[in-house]
C-alpha cells in the first residue's frame, strides 16, 4: 500500500501544532524546533527534540505525535507503531494517528489490524479520500493474504495425504516460492526431488521459482540431482 498523500496531510498538521495546540513554552519550543528540523530531513536531531519536548511535558500531544511520524520517516518502523498507539492512547479520536498506524500495520503484512485502523480513521473523518483509498487497498491485500493461506493450507494437506508423491511436494515448492519464502520452497523441492521429480530442465523455466534463479541455494539444489 503506498498512500502518497499521507506525508502531506500530516506534515500540515506539524507546522500548525505549535500554535494550535501549545500546552507550555519549554515543549512547544522543542517540538517547534523539531518541525524545523524534520522539514529539513534531519530526522535523527528531530526525534531528539521531540523527546525533549515530551520529556518537557508528557502530555503534550503535538510532540508525541510528530515523534511517532519521525520515527515512521526514520525507518523506525516499531518504534512509530508504539508511538502512533501512545498517540491514540492520548487522543483516541485522532485521525492522522489512526490512519498513520494503519498504514503501517498494513506495510507488516498485519492488515486485519490495518483495516481496523483505518476504519477509526475513516470513522473520525467520513470521506476523507486518503483514508478511503487506504482501507480500500488493505482490504485488497486482506483478501490476497486469506487466499495465499487457503492456497497454502490446501497444499499442505494434500502433501500430508501423499507423502511419496513428488508432485504434491513440487506443488508445495512452487506456492512457497511464489510467496517468496525461500526457505519453504528449497525444502519443499528438495523432497520432490528426492521423491523422484526429474523434469529439472522444467523446474528451471518454472514462472514460479522466477525469483529464486539466481539463487545460490537453488542453483545447488538442481546440481545435486
Known amino acids: 500500500?503506498?498512500?502518497?498523500?499521507?506525508?502531506?496531510?500530516?506534515?500540515?498538521?506539524?507546522?500548525?501544532?505549535?500554535?494550535?495546540?501549545?500546552?507550555?513554552e519549554p515543549a512547544a519550543e522543542r517540538n517547534s524546533a523539531g518541525v524545523t528540523l524534520l522539514e529539513q530531513g534531519k530526522l535523527n536531531p528531530a526525534i531528539a527534540e521531540f523527546q525533549k519536548a515530551l520529556a518537557a511535558d508528557p502530555g503534550y500531544f503535538p510532540a508525541r505525535l510528530n515523534l511517532a511520524f519521525a520515527y515512521e520517516k526514520a525507518g523506525r518502523v516499531e518504534d512509530a507503531i508504539s508511538a502512533y498507539r501512545e498517540a491514540?492512547?492520548?487522543?483516541?479520536?485522532?485521525?492522522?494517528?489512526?490512519?498513520?498506524?494503519?498504514?503501517?500495520?498494513?506495510?507488516?503484512?498485519?492488515?486485519?489490524a490495518a483495516v481496523a485502523e483505518?476504519?477509526?480513521?475513516?470513522?473520525?473523518?467520513?470521506?476523507?479520500?486518503?483514508?478511503?483509498?487506504?482501507?480500500?487497498?488493505?482490504?485488497?491485500?486482506?483478501?490476497?493474504?486469506?487466499?495465499?493461506?487457503?492456497?497454502?493450507?490446501?497444499?499442505?494437506?494434500?502433501?500430508?495425504?501423499?507423502?511419496?508423491?513428488?508432485?504434491?511436494?513440487?506443488?508445495?515448492?512452487?506456492?512457497?516460492?511464489?510467496?517468496?519464502?525461500?526457505?519453504?520452497?528449497?525444502?519443499?523441492?528438495?523432497?520432490?526431488?528426492?521423491q523422484g521429480y526429474n523434469d529439472l530442465a522444467y523446474v528451471k523455466v518454472d514462472p514460479a521459482f522466477s525469483n529464486l534463479r539466481e539463487d545460490r541455494d537453488f542453483e545447488l539444489l538442481l546440481l545435486r540431482k
Not at 491514540?88 to 486485519?112: M, R, S, T, W
Not at 495465499?148 to 506443488?171: V, W
Request: aromatic letters at 6%; hydrophobic letters at 45%; charged letters at 25%.
Open 1 to 24: 500500500m503506498k498512500p502518497l498523500c499521507q506525508v502531506f496531510a500530516l506534515c500540515g498538521l506539524l507546522v500548525v501544532a505549535t500554535v494550535a495546540l501549545a500546552a507550555s
Open 88 to 112: 491514540i492512547d492520548a487522543q483516541p479520536g485522532n485521525f492522522f494517528a489512526h490512519n498513520n498506524l494503519g498504514v503501517l500495520y498494513d506495510k507488516k503484512g498485519k492488515h486485519e
Open 118 to 194: 483505518l476504519e477509526k480513521a475513516l470513522a473520525i473523518e467520513p470521506g476523507n479520500s486518503l483514508a478511503s483509498k487506504n482501507l480500500d487497498n488493505s482490504k485488497i491485500n486482506l483478501a490476497a493474504m486469506k487466499q495465499r493461506d487457503s492456497l497454502i493450507d490446501k497444499a499442505e494437506k494434500e502433501a500430508q495425504a501423499k507423502p511419496n508423491d513428488p508432485r504434491a511436494a513440487y506443488n508445495l515448492a512452487r506456492l512457497y516460492a511464489h510467496y517468496n519464502n525461500k526457505e519453504l520452497a528449497l525444502q519443499w523441492l528438495n523432497k520432490a526431488i528426492k
